[in-house]
């Protein structure tokens, strides 16, 4: 994968296989601490110690529709490359929370990429699962809540109508843009990240 963006959507992927109601997607960058932590946190069924331990090999998968499971090995794989590491955390009925953390300005960290995209993607194609994403830059940070959304629009008003989902798309990109407005000097390669 070349954006770590289609790493969150291939693990989000995997929180709605296990019967998540609430995914939660996180984003946090910190110039100071040269840091960049992705996490994905879901209700769904969990994960014994056994299970936690096979995921990472990419010859495992729990689902039916094929027969290996890359995208944490893959995921593993990028934060490594990029002097981070990544950790699961998983109770059996509760839910499993994946985090990867990367070396922010490292020379082989993917960009993040179209996270706009994939949590649009996510809530278009799942209307009936709540996400919550959450985006950090330094001391800045947004969120956008489906339940909140949900209690504004009613019942009457599906997430998944399109100029709702129009409106979703251009409040996240606009507030992920508000993050860094302003941050002090950026390299090229942030821009590009």
Wanted: charged content about 25%.
């Amino acid at each position: 994968m070349r954006e770590l963006s289609l790493n969150v959507l291939d693990i989000a992927q995997n929180s709605l296989s296990a019967g998540a109601s609430l995914v939660e997607i996180g984003v946090a960058e910190d110039t100071g601490q040269d840091l960049l932590v992705l996490t994905v946190r879901d209700n769904g069924r969990g994960m014994t110690p056994a299970q936690q331990a096979a995921v990472r090999d990419p010859f495992y998968t729990t689902r039916t529709t094929r027969r290996v499971g890359m995208g944490v090995p893959l995921f593993r794989m990028a934060a490594e490359m990029a002097g981070g590491g990544l950790d699961i955390a998983s109770v059996p009925g509760e839910g499993t929370v994946l985090t990867a953390r990367f070396v922010r300005s490292h020379i082989d960290r993917m960009p993040v990429g179209d996270m706009c995209g994939t949590v649009t993607a996510l809530i278009r194609m799942n209307p009936q699962v709540n996400f919550l994403y959450r985006r950090r830059f330094n001391s800045r940070e947004m969120a956008v809540d489906t339940r909140e959304l949900r209690q504004v629009l009613g019942e009457e008003v599906p997430l998944s109508d399109p100029d709702v989902m129009e409106w979703i798309t251009a409040y996240i990109q606009e507030q992920e843009d508000s993050l860094t407005e302003n941050a002090g000097p950026q390299t090229d390669a942030d821009r590009s990240r």
